[in-house]
């Protein structure tokens, strides 16, 4: 199996950044997508971005395009996701995915991590 474990996630102001990663295990972390979803409270599990093995492909929820930032280290076997101009409907439990395949939107994924809670405060 994959094992994935977030950290990074915090309390910051509206318009302030985080920098979220995920440290992957288990299973070979190379040839997989991998990708943030989040979750905020009383709402479904939401798409945010998904990256390629390579890096070459992502694809990025239209709520955080121009905000978001994602990246991968294949020989850490850690994802980041930098956050900009974070706002309030940005605070949610985020997830890092792991997937056999890259895809628009990350379907199929099949491993995800505890999250890691992101609060925006205004």
């Known amino acids: 199996q994959v094992q994935l474990v977030e950290s990074g996630g915090g309390l910051v102001q509206a318009g302030g950044s985080l920098r979220l990663s995920c440290a992957a295990s288990?299973?070979?972390?190379?040839?997989?997508?991998m990708g943030w979803f989040r979750q905020a409270p009383g709402k479904e599990r939401e798409f945010v971005v998904g990256?390629?093995?390579?890096?070459?492909?992502?694809d990025y929820a239209d709520s955080v395009k121009g905000r978001f930032t994602i990246s991968r280290d294949n020989a850490k076997n850690t994802v980041y996701l930098q956050m900009n101009g974070l706002k309030s409907e940005d605070t949610a439990v985020y997830y890092c995915?792991?997937?056999?395949?890259?895809?628009?939107?990350?379907?199929?994924?099949?491993?995800w991590g505890q999250g890691t809670q992101v609060t925006v405060s205004s």
């Open positions: 288990g299973r070979t972390f190379s040839s997989r997508a």
């Open positions: 990256i390629s093995w390579s890096g070459d492909f992502t």
């Open positions: 995915v792991s997937a056999p395949k890259y895809t628009p939107r990350l379907i199929g994924y099949d491993y």
